[in-house]
């Protein structure tokens, strides 16, 4: 995997040079953005000769000698789209604050507002700056955005006090990007059932009921898990999205068809997941042949479906069991029905009338509701991302 990191101008900046050669360990391929002020600290050829890549040190030309071209103009387009991730350490008050406002002054500000990876910064300066409440006030709004935030340290400082604002140590750094590609394998030994999709409810040989479910989350799942060492079995309505590496994957049509392969496969599974968005109801009796037009008005009965997650949640043994609650009102209440009436330890649940959250969209707004009745809101943040915030609390669930 691909992972840009920004070093900007502090004293740890040298740090980041050991930093590079444990990220490569991880097997990930670094790309070295440096900030002006950085410079003054450890040169480019540091990271050049540990990276074999040439440096990204200016917005405009490849250096100061260069003149602008266009290459290098629309460099951090390519940077941004390219990159798993972007890491900023250490992370200056300087640079949070242009993040945290928008501000695209230079090459590495202008990336992190160009790309739609997950980031993930280790602040480190003087203790008095950290604690400034300007300083606090730009993390609590990354942090509010998604921005994994590796807290400094305490400690003795370089400019001679001690505090906090001592560069994370580098295993933590390493840890939080492996964490957040999703590349530590916390789930070994575990399986994992996810459903996915929308079902389809026949009413005669060439229509059907549905719903606008694309299964992007319930995939995201099965790939999240399926990265974090899992054995995952992924039983999905019909969907356009590639399966998965690695995953077991089990396509079915009708609730009924989704009822019998959960049940089946639940049995090997420590954590279920249903992600689908299954039908609640469906037409009482298929018609053989094709309903025809006529002047009269029609009527189709419906029936309701089995409820596949309160069904498990009745036999649910030692299984971690995760529903989801898709609601356009009274989101929070609704959920915490749902927790108790089907017997689940996490409901995720979001609100499907905001923007970037619910179907067919790459990123979610959600909340999860849990059994002991904790809620964990989270920012708005791509699907893969949610993916891992719920097997996150999945593991500390298995923990307890
Ligand atoms: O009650 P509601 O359909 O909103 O509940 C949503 C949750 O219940 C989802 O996790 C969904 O997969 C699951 N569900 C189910 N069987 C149904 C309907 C919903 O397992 N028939």
Redesign the pocket.
Request: no cysteine; hydrophobic share 50%.
């Given at each position: 995997m691909k992972i840009a990191l920004g070093v900007t101008g502090g004293v740890a900046a040298y740090k980041a040079a050991e930093l590079v050669r444990r990220l490569q360990q991880e097997k990930l391929d670094v790309q070295v953005v440096m900030t002006r002020s950085a410079r003054e600290f450890i040169t480019p050829l540091t990271f050049a000769a540990l990276t074999g890549k040439k440096v990204i040190t200016e917005m405009f030309g490849a250096d100061d000698a260069a003149p602008a071209n266009v290459e290098s103009a629309i460099e951090h387009i390519a940077v941004a789209q390219r990159i798993d991730l972007l890491l900023v350490a250490p992370a200056t008050a300087d640079i949070l604050g242009q993040f945290a406002h928008g501000i695209a002054g230079d090459f590495l500000s202008t990336l992190y507002l160009a790309t739609k990876a997950p980031v993930v910064v280790a602040p480190a300066m003087n203790v008095n700056m950290w604690e400034h409440p300007a300083t606090q006030e730009n993390l609590k709004t990354l942090r509010a955005r998604g921005v994994h935030v590796v807290d400094p340290e305490e400690g003795y400082l370089a400019c001679g006090m001690t505090g906090a604002g001592r560069l994370a140590a580098t295993e933590a750094i390493v840890e939080k990007v492996c964490g957040v590609l999703g590349l530590r394998h916390d789930l070994e030994g575990q399986t994992v059932l996810v459903?996915a999709g929308p079902t389809r409810e026949d009413i005669d040989p060439v229509r059907f009921l549905t719903n606008r479910s694309s299964g992007k989350m319930g995939y995201a799942l099965a790939e999240a898990a399926s990265r974090r060492g899992a054995r995952v079995v992924l039983i999905s309505g019909p969907t356009d999205l590639p399966v998965p590496e690695g995953v077991d994957w089990v396509p079915v049509r009708t609730?009924e068809e989704m009822?019998n392969a959960v049940r089946e496969r639940a049995r090997e599974a420590q954590v279920v997941i249903?992600?689908?968005?299954?039908?609640?109801y469906r037409p009482a009796a298929a018609q053989s042949q094709k309903l025809k037009r006529g002047d009269d008005r029609l009527t189709l009965e419906l029936e309701p479906?089995?409820?596949?997650?309160?069904e498990l949640g009745r036999e649910k043994g030692s299984r971690i069991l995760?529903?989801?609650?898709?609601e356009t009102d009274r989101l929070a209440e609704?959920a915490r029905g749902?927790l108790a009436r089907?017997g689940a330890d996490m409901i995720v649940a979001n609100d499907v009338t905001q923007e970037g959250a619910g179907f067919d969209t790459d990123t979610n707004i959600v909340t999860l509701f849990l059994r002991d009745g904790r809620e964990v809101p989270l920012p708005k943040l791509s699907k893969f991302d949610v993916a891992n915030r719920i097997l996150d609390q999945v593991l500390q669930l298995r923990q307890r």
């Open positions: 459903t609730t009822r249903m992600a689908a968005a299954v039908s609640d479906t089995p409820d596949i997650l309160a995760v529903g989801f609650a898709a609704n749902k089907k």
